[in-house]
């Protein structure tokens, strides 16, 4: 049997610690509109996806992130790698809702979230594009967030916030709202970050609940090795890194680059090609 990823809780739900991310699944290559077209051409049908999920799955990585709503092709891939492994797919969904304050909205919204229980998810994050219409930072606030998050615990869903924002993460635990986890982006790099690495470090470790971290390698502008050594040194063991790659051989070296530095061992993930892999640089 594989080694099996160390794992975390949420409210009462146990989940891997390395979450599977949709980017690289779903054509958000935060690269170019080239890359984009690569991914969904190369994931225009389940198949890839599927090979990618046994792979995490043998390793215990259980839990995957995305608008699965947005995603019917993705979707598919879950639902046929727990039929074909037996194992159930823990979904973190972050669904897009109308935040727009009026009952036809509020509507809309509710309509969004029961799709969001009945497509299967577990945990339902309010995407961070709407969340952060609610932002007021003068009060240190967001308001009618408790509006939501109730239509989510309706719907027999863990409710937790998207934050891009790292504010998002402070206002949720200043004011006590039912927010049981929280994305934020968190690399090396500071990529797409609003503010320092140092500080985001800061938050992520006084957050009152577990935090997902997302783009750890930067969207490929750093490597696996750099990327996850990082981020698993620096968080707490409550949380939790979002991994996205583009097929079962990376998902592959992803783990095993994670488990080493979660053991403080070396990486067994071999040499790169060369045109000469026999240089004295690259050793035996």
């Known amino acids: 049997m594989a080694a099996q990823f160390p794992r975390t809780q949420v409210e009462n739900l146990s989940l891997s610690r390395m979450i599977i991310g949709t980017n690289w699944m779903a054509g958000y290559s935060?690269?170019?509109?080239?890359?984009?077209?690569?991914?969904?051409?190369?994931?225009?049908?389940?198949?890839?996806?599927?090979?990618?999920?046994?792979t995490f799955l043998e390793y215990g990585v259980d839990t995957m992130?995305?608008?699965?709503?947005?995603?019917?092709?993705?979707?598919?891939?879950?639902?046929?790698?727990?039929e074909k492994t037996g194992k159930k797919i823990i979904l973190v969904d972050t669904p897009i809702i109308n935040v727009d304050d009026n009952p036809a909205a509020r509507q809309e919204a509710r309509q969004v979230i029961k799709k969001s229980r009945e497509l299967g998810a577990d945990i339902c994050?309010?995407?961070?594009?709407?969340?952060?219409?609610?932002?007021?930072?003068?009060?240190?606030?967001?308001?009618?967030?408790?509006?939501?998050?109730?239509?989510?615990?309706?719907?027999?869903?863990?409710?937790?916030?998207?934050?891009?924002?790292?504010?998002?993460?402070?206002?949720?635990?200043?004011?006590?709202?039912?927010?049981?986890?929280?994305?934020?982006?968190?690399?090396?790099?500071?990529?797409?970050?609003?503010?320092?690495?140092?500080?985001?470090?800061?938050?992520?470790?006084?957050?009152?609940?577990p935090v997902m971290t997302i783009k750890p390698m930067a969207a490929g502008r750093c490597t696996p090795f750099v990327g996850l050594n990082f981020s698993f040194a620096t968080i707490r063991d409550c949380d939790m890194v979002t991994v996205g790659c583009f097929n079962?051989?990376?998902?592959?070296?992803?783990?095993?680059?994670?488990?080493?530095?979660?053991?403080?061992?070396?990486?067994d993930i071999g040499r790169r090609s060369s045109p000469n892999n026999q240089q004295s640089a690259f050793g035996k």
């Not at 690569?38 to 994931?43: F, G, L, N, Y």
């Not at 019917?72 to 790698?81: G, M, Y």
């Not at 070296?253 to 403080?264: G, N, P, R, S, T």
Request: with cysteine; aromatic share 4%; glycine share 4%.
């Open 65 to 82: 992130m995305a608008p699965f709503l947005s995603q019917p092709v993705i979707l598919q891939a879950v639902r046929e790698a727990q």
């Open 125 to 209: 994050l309010i995407h961070h594009s709407s969340a952060e219409q609610l932002v007021n930072k003068n009060r240190r606030t967001m308001d009618r967030l408790d509006d939501y998050t109730a239509m989510i615990r309706d719907e027999g869903l863990i409710p937790g916030l998207s934050a891009h924002m790292p504010e998002l993460i402070v206002y949720s635990d200043q004011n006590g709202y039912d927010v049981q986890t929280y994305i934020q982006i968190y690399n090396c790099m500071g990529f797409l970050m609003q503010v320092e690495v140092e500080t985001v470090n800061q938050i992520i470790h006084s957050a009152k609940k």
């Open 248 to 267: 079962a051989g990376e998902a592959a070296e992803d783990v095993e680059i994670a488990l080493a530095a979660l053991e403080h061992r070396r990486a």
């Open 30 to 54: 935060h690269r170019s509109p080239a890359a984009d077209r690569m991914i969904v051409e190369r994931h225009s049908r389940p198949d890839e996806i599927v090979a990618m999920l046994e």
